[in-house]
């Protein structure tokens, strides 16, 4: 339908802008059997040392070091953090799991296991890459996006929480 294509068409203007206003596109590639990002130019921008790694949204993304490869870029177990364009770890590769959500604020677990592209377990907080720190501890059975607004939900022992950056 008409209406279908204007969504899919606004849909596609929208992710090549937010492409466009990253700036430097940098591309997963794997050497032997880690993995780092190159540039337009095949050269490594940052070093093959990740097990798994994601794609850039914008300035961030996941990467995972000792984890078991069963399906391509989601592996099972091992330990997870968030690194910058620049390689640099902006929330440390020491979690059971994380999660980009929204902006620079990551859902973060400990004592979870990642199997099957499912969370099994542990508990969930939030970490702030730009601030590099937890800003809601890993307490809670479950935890939401955080909105544009700075609003998130947590939920633990059945009890929905409202959750807003800055609180604790």
Known sequence: SLQMKRIS???IISVMTALTLCG??????QDGRLWGFVDNNDAFVIKP????VGEFIC???WVNIGGKLKME????????????KQGNEV??????????LNGTVVAVNKGGMV????????????YDVAQK????LPLYDQASVFTSNGVGWVQKDSHLSRRVLGDE
Do not use: M
């Open 9 to 11: 068409l606004v849909i």
């Open 24 to 29: 430097q596109t940098l591309t997963p590639k």
């Open 49 to 52: 040392k990740y097990t798994a």
């Open 59 to 61: 300035d961030y993304t």
């Open 73 to 84: 870029h989601l592996p099972d177990g091992g330990k997870w953090g968030v690194i910058d």
């Open 91 to 100: 929330c440390p590769v020491d979690y059971d799991y994380v999660d980009l």
């Open 115 to 126: 199997k099957s592209a499912h969370v099994n377990g542990g508990k969930w907080g939030y």
């Open 133 to 136: 720190k937890e800003i809601v």
